[in-house]
C-alpha cells in the first residue's frame, strides 16, 4: 500500500491498514516532504515521495490510500487507477458530480478495487439496520430523520478553531471547503440513504452564522456554511428530514438515525452505541415499547477494501456510491441557491 496525503486521516488509514494481516505499507507521499518523511518515520514505511507521479512509476504498491484535500481527491485518484492500482480514497469523493461520475467510470473501466471511506459504515448498527429494512422487517418505510451535530464552534473540545488551520480551512470556501455539507453532511446523507434507498429530490437550505469581526481570521475568509437542513423525497416514496450543524452545544460528534415503517421503527443513536439499535415492531407497537437489539459484528472499510482485493469482489462503499452521495450533494448547493426542489435524475 501506499499512503498519499500523511495528515490526520493518513495516520488513521495506516493504523488500520498495518493491523491487517497481508498488508504492508510501502510507501507514503506527500507534497510537503518533510511531512511525510515524518510519517514515514512512525509508521516503518521504507519509502518517501513527494510527487505522487514518481511514486507510480518506482513504487510497486497494489494499492493506493487517497488521504488529500478534496480537490486532489478525483485527479490523483484517476492517476492511481489509471496505473493500474486499487484506490482507497477519503471522502467527499470528489468536489463535484461531474469529477465524482469521472472517477466512477474509470474504477470501471480500469477494473480495479475502489472504495470511498463512508467510516460511519463500520457501525455495525448501521449494516444491521440496513439488512432489516431490506428484509421488510419494518415494512414500507414512510418517514425518516438524520442529524449530525458537532458543537466545535461553540467550544474548545478539539482546541480553538480560531487559532488552527486545521479547522479555519473548513469554515472557507477559498481554502476548499464546502462547510459542513461537504465536511460531515455526506456522512449523514450516506448514513440515512443506505437503509432508507435512494433520493429523489431535495430541498436544502444553508446558513452561514457570522464568528469573527469582518468574517475573517487572518488569511481565511469565514464563508462556508455552518448549519445544513435538508427536506428530502425518497424513491420509496419516504419522506425524511436531515440536518447537520457545527453549533450544536453540548454535542461533541453525534450522529442520530430513526427510520419509520408501517410495520415497525428503528432507532441507532452513535453516542449511545455502535453495536445496538432500538427496535419497535410486532406486539410492541400497540405498546410503543423499544428493545435494544445487539448487532452482528461486521467489516470496517479497510477490512472490506483487502478482501475486495483479495477476491476481486468490489464491497460497498464503491466510487458510484460515492458519486451518487455527491450528487446529492451538489443538488442541495442548488436548491440553496435557488430557493427551490432539486430533483435528482
Given at each position: 500500500?501506499?499512503?498519499?496525503?500523511?495528515?490526520?486521516?493518513?495516520?488513521?488509514?495506516?493504523?488500520?491498514?498495518?493491523?491487517?494481516?497481508?498488508?504492508?505499507?510501502?510507501?507514503?507521499?506527500?507534497?510537503?516532504?518533510?511531512?511525510?518523511?515524518?510519517?514515514?518515520?512512525?509508521?516503518?514505511?521504507?519509502?518517501?515521495?513527494?510527487?505522487?507521479?514518481?511514486?507510480?512509476?518506482?513504487?510497486?504498491?497494489d494499492?493506493?490510500?487517497?488521504?488529500?484535500?478534496?480537490a486532489?481527491?478525483?485527479?490523483?485518484?484517476?492517476?492511481?487507477?489509471?496505473?493500474?492500482?486499487?484506490?482507497?480514497?477519503?471522502?467527499?469523493?470528489?468536489?463535484?458530480?461531474?469529477?465524482?461520475?469521472?472517477?466512477?467510470?474509470?474504477?470501471?473501466?480500469?477494473?480495479?478495487?475502489?472504495?470511498?471511506?463512508?467510516?460511519?459504515?463500520?457501525?455495525?448498527?448501521?449494516?444491521?439496520?440496513?439488512?432489516?429494512?431490506?428484509?421488510?422487517?419494518?415494512?414500507?418505510?414512510?418517514?425518516?430523520?438524520?442529524?449530525?451535530?458537532?458543537?466545535?464552534?461553540?467550544?474548545?473540545?478539539?482546541?480553538?478553531?480560531?487559532?488552527?488551520?486545521?479547522?479555519?480551512?473548513?469554515?472557507?470556501?477559498?481554502?476548499?471547503?464546502?462547510?459542513?455539507?461537504?465536511?460531515?453532511?455526506?456522512h449523514?446523507?450516506?448514513?440515512?440513504?443506505?437503509?432508507?434507498?435512494?433520493?429523489?429530490?431535495v430541498?436544502?437550505?444553508?446558513?452561514?452564522?457570522?464568528?469573527?469581526?469582518?468574517?475573517?481570521?487572518?488569511?481565511?475568509?469565514?464563508?462556508?456554511?455552518?448549519?445544513?437542513?435538508?427536506?428530502?423525497?425518497?424513491?420509496?416514496?419516504?419522506?425524511?428530514?436531515?440536518?447537520?450543524?457545527?453549533?450544536?452545544?453540548?454535542?461533541?460528534?453525534?450522529?442520530?438515525?430513526?427510520?419509520?415503517?408501517?410495520?415497525?421503527?428503528?432507532?441507532?443513536?452513535?453516542?449511545?452505541?455502535?453495536?445496538?439499535?432500538?427496535?419497535?415492531?410486532?406486539?410492541?407497537?400497540?405498546?410503543?415499547?423499544?428493545?435494544?437489539?445487539?448487532?452482528?459484528?461486521?467489516?470496517?472499510?479497510?477490512?472490506?477494501?483487502?478482501?475486495?482485493i483479495r477476491?476481486?469482489?468490489?464491497?460497498?462503499?464503491?466510487?458510484?456510491?460515492?458519486?451518487?452521495?455527491?450528487?446529492v450533494?451538489?443538488a442541495?448547493?442548488?436548491?440553496?441557491?435557488?430557493?427551490?426542489?432539486?430533483?435528482?435524475?
Open positions: 500500500y501506499a499512503i498519499v496525503g500523511t495528515g490526520g486521516m493518513g495516520n488513521a488509514h495506516a493504523n488500520s491498514l498495518k493491523n491487517i494481516k497481508g498488508c504492508r505499507l510501502v510507501s507514503a507521499c506527500d507534497v510537503i516532504k518533510s511531512k511525510a518523511e515524518e510519517f514515514a518515520a512512525r509508521h516503518n514505511i521504507p519509502e518517501v515521495y513527494d510527487d505522487f507521479d514518481k511514486l507510480l512509476k518506482k513504487s510497486e504498491v494499492a493506493v490510500c487517497n488521504v488529500t484535500s478534496d486532489f481527491h478525483a485527479p490523483l485518484s484517476i492517476k492511481a487507477m489509471r496505473a493500474g492500482k486499487h484506490v482507497l480514497c477519503e471522502k467527499p469523493l470528489a468536489t463535484c458530480y461531474r469529477d465524482a461520475k469521472k472517477m466512477a467510470d474509470e474504477a470501471k473501466r480500469a477494473g480495479v478495487i475502489n472504495m470511498v471511506n463512508l467510516s460511519y459504515r463500520r457501525s455495525f448498527a448501521i449494516q444491521e439496520a440496513e439488512r432489516l429494512v431490506r428484509m421488510g422487517a419494518i415494512g414500507r418505510v414512510m418517514h425518516f430523520e438524520a442529524s449530525y451535530l458537532q458543537g466545535w464552534l461553540a467550544a474548545k473540545y478539539w482546541g480553538d478553531w480560531r487559532k488552527s488551520p486545521q479547522w479555519l480551512w473548513r469554515l472557507s470556501t477559498r481554502h476548499g471547503s464546502g462547510g459542513v455539507l461537504g465536511d460531515v453532511g455526506v449523514i446523507l450516506d448514513f440515512a440513504g443506505f437503509p432508507v434507498g435512494g433520493f429523489k429530490r430541498n436544502c437550505m444553508l446558513k452561514t452564522f457570522p464568528k469573527a469581526k469582518g468574517n475573517r481570521v487572518g488569511k481565511y475568509v469565514l464563508d462556508a456554511n455552518d448549519s445544513a437542513v435538508i427536506l428530502a423525497e425518497m424513491e420509496n416514496g419516504a419522506t425524511g428530514v436531515i440536518h447537520t450543524t457545527r453549533w450544536a452545544s453540548g454535542q461533541k460528534n453525534s450522529l442520530l438515525l430513526k427510520i419509520y415503517g408501517d410495520k415497525g421503527g428503528i432507532k441507532i443513536d452513535l453516542d449511545k452505541s455502535y453495536d445496538e439499535i432500538l427496535l419497535c415492531r410486532g406486539k410492541d407497537l400497540d405498546k410503543t415499547e423499544w428493545k435494544p437489539v445487539i448487532c452482528r459484528k461486521t467489516p470496517d472499510v479497510y477490512h472490506r477494501f483487502v478482501t475486495s477476491t476481486g469482489k468490489n464491497d460497498q462503499p464503491d466510487f458510484a456510491r460515492g458519486a451518487e452521495i455527491q450528487k450533494m451538489d442541495c448547493f442548488e436548491s440553496d441557491k435557488t430557493k427551490k426542489w432539486i430533483v435528482l435524475g
